[in-house]
């Protein structure tokens, strides 16, 4: 049923393992690297064709003219104003709707459940338009906490499937009990059940960063103006009228990958016991 250990399997397979992961891990990185050697290849080198060869600086100052030249430091603030509310709105809303379709077998659960599944896979692109118009028509268009709120509403879906699936796995004689000792429904939900899924908490809380922090779609099409938008659609105005900068565009691509990734490293430890806990009993 599960894969055979790579130490149990055949010389000639263990040698071809050897070999395949470093290569695999050179082609991942491949394209990270090539953006980090250019975030510090001067502007002549590019002005002169040289694309993929070594720099002939290290130009570190791309990163300082990023900062100089364009409002990168309003778009990275702009990224945090709609990635933080985004991820208390959708993971605080999540862990109730999880915990009541988790514990509660009314009538139309399943239904209800199945809403928020199916929400899940209706296409972006298909919402655009009249998306957009409802920003325009409540004035939230061109606004952070405009894009923060349908951000929560898009992502609500997919947490509470995670919440819902983890709740369920909890042994449920833990509520029991604390029904017989009479506790109400919210002191369950705060004291015992909440506790238990700081793990899934902290692991889907860096999914969300990063699905958000990382969003172009939407921050494309609900903001236009360096006031609201995200990073990730502010990274254009780098690149000149007549001329690419792709040595800016990479020291800000590099710039904007920073926060997701400390994150994950920073939350590293919950996050594999979120996706791991109730693998293996």
């Known amino acids: 049923m599960f ?30 690297l090539g953006v980090a050697v250019t975030s510090v290849r001067p502007a002549s080198d590019l002005a002169q064709g040289n694309y ?3 720099p002939s600086a290290l130009a570190f100052s791309n990163y300082y003219e990023v ?53 899940n896979f209706v296409p972006f692109q298909i919402l655009m338009v009249p998306v957009r118009d409802l920003t325009l028509t409540l004035g939230m268009y061109n606004t952070w906490y405009g894009l923060a709120l349908f ?8 947490c509470t499937l995670f919440m819902r699936n983890f709740i369920k796995a909890l042994p449920f004689e833990l509520i029991e009990a604390a029904r017989v000792e009479g506790v109400s429904e919210i002191k369950i939900f705060w004291h015992v059940v909440l506790p238990l899924m700081r793990p899934a908490i902290a692991a889907l ?10 969003d172009f779609f939407w921050a494309t099409v609900l903001s236009n103006s360096p006031d609201s ?49 109730g693998a293996v009993k």
């Open 151 to 158: 951000h929560i509403a898009f992502q609500t879906g997919f």
């Open 205 to 214: 809380s860096v999914l969300i960063f990063t699905f958000i922090w990382n």
């Open 3 to 32: 894969p055979r250990p790579i130490e149990q399997t055949a010389a000639a397979t263990q040698w071809l393992y050897k070999i395949a992961v470093p290569v695999a891990l050179l082609l991942w990185l491949l394209p990270l």
């Open 67 to 119: 900062f100089a030249n364009s409002p990168m430091a309003a778009y990275m603030l702009n990224s945090f104003k709609v990635t933080i509310p985004t991820v208390i709105g959708a993971v605080a809303l999540s862990c109730m709707t999880g915990f009541a379709l988790a514990i509660y077998n009314f009538k139309s659960n399943l239904l209800v459940f199945f809403m928020f599944v199916a929400g």
């Open 229 to 277: 938008q995200p990073i990730t659609a502010g990274l254009s105005s780098l690149n000149g009228q007549w001329i690419a900068q792709w040595h800016l565009v990479s020291a800000g691509s590099i710039l904007a990958a920073v926060p997701p990734v400390a994150m994950f490293f920073l939350m590293q430890r919950h996050f594999i016991a979120g996706l791991t806990l």
């Open 52 to 54: 993929f060869g070594m």
